[in-house]
């Protein structure tokens, strides 16, 4: 496995990328919302990258007493504000980023939270019966990543989704938890210092079902990573999608705070540059062979490991992320258009492909990938490449 040298690599970049993140939220709470600002540890680069806090900045206009509510659970109890203003959304629950839910109000409406030490989000509203909901019982074993119960409509709105509300965002958490969980723990087990570096930059994990849509992850939330379930819902699937995800998130956060790594302009087509029929820009094209690298060494560790799960979907998986990483590499890493920092990150890619390669080649050359789809798709997998006797389940 190789994600430990490519993980140092970028380490630098990415502490540099989320210093400057972070340095942008302190300046627009020191500007929009200054007593607010006040309460906060300044020098807490972890306070100020709150999730909920991009979604606001990303809209364009932001409320001192929306930001008294994101950051309310980053201050010492001694500073918190007795009272906050909140909105509820369509089903009367009010978000306390850090803290959870209130859940049980009126929807749509104003109202005002008072602090209460006893409560296990911080606040109520002396309003009864209302349940509160704390983000740590949705916390994902042991591991520092909560997985959001309900929906946030702050972070749909802010990545386009009209009516704030992904498609099975309120069911997909409850059935889909158990594996999330264990997938997790497995990545935490095979691949230490990937999990870690996941869990560094990654506070929320959303779930939702929509066939017509992509797992991602954005700027426009940095640290959540929205995980599509249409696609899969086995364990290898929620490896190889947390490392995806959570891999788009870290390089975010390495490409904002690494010099310059290519000479032409970032949102400059594939097409432009190789003329094939390609119109994915260059920032994008990176961001895939760095996560499609990470994805091949997570799945890598799972195999190499006595985890009861299914192998011949992880190695279908792995299989199908090697020859995309490989294709991408055949057509961009030849290209003049790298600094030395890029390329650095295009030798480091290179190196960890050839390493797989060795190990996984023959594998590669026998699978038939015909029909799949952009996203993998395992019916299709096993539909074309029958399952071994010696991976058969009994």
Known sequence: ????????????????????????????VHTDAPETFARLDFDSDTTFLEPLAFAYAARGVISPAELAVVYAAAMTPEKRPGRLSATTDAD???????????????????MELVREDASPVGYSCGRSPIQAIPLRAWRLGDAPLSLLAY??????????????????VDIAPRTHRPTLTTALRRLRDTSSELAAATCGVVRYVVLFDDPARNSFATTAAHGVVFLNVAHGTSEAFFIEDLVHQGGHVLFTAAWNGSEPLVTSAPDTSIGELTGEEDHRSLEVALHGMFTQTLMVDA?????????????????????????????????????????????????ELISAYAAAAVKFGDSLLAADFADQPYNFDYAVYQAHNPVPRSLART
Do not use: C, K
Request: aromatic share 4%; charged share 20%.
């Open 1 to 28: 496995m190789t994600d430990h040298q490519l993980l140092d690599l970028i380490a630098p970049s990415v502490e540099q990328g989320q210093l400057r993140f972070a340095d942008e939220l302190r300046r627009l």
């Open 92 to 110: 009367g629950r009010v978000f306390l980023p850090g803290s959870g839910y209130l859940a049980g109000l009126p929807p749509g409406s104003q």
């Open 151 to 168: 929906p946030v409509a702050a972070l749909a709105n802010a990545v386009g989704v009209a009516g704030g509300r992904l498609p099975g």
């Open 299 to 347: 799945l890598e560790g799972l195999l190499g490991s006595d985890a009861d799960v299914d192998r011949h979907e992880a190695t279908g998986r792995l299989l199908f992320a090697l020859l995309r990483l490989g294709l991408d590499l055949r057509a961009l890493a030849g290209l003049s258009i790298y600094t030395e920092a890029g390329m650095r990150l295009v030798r």
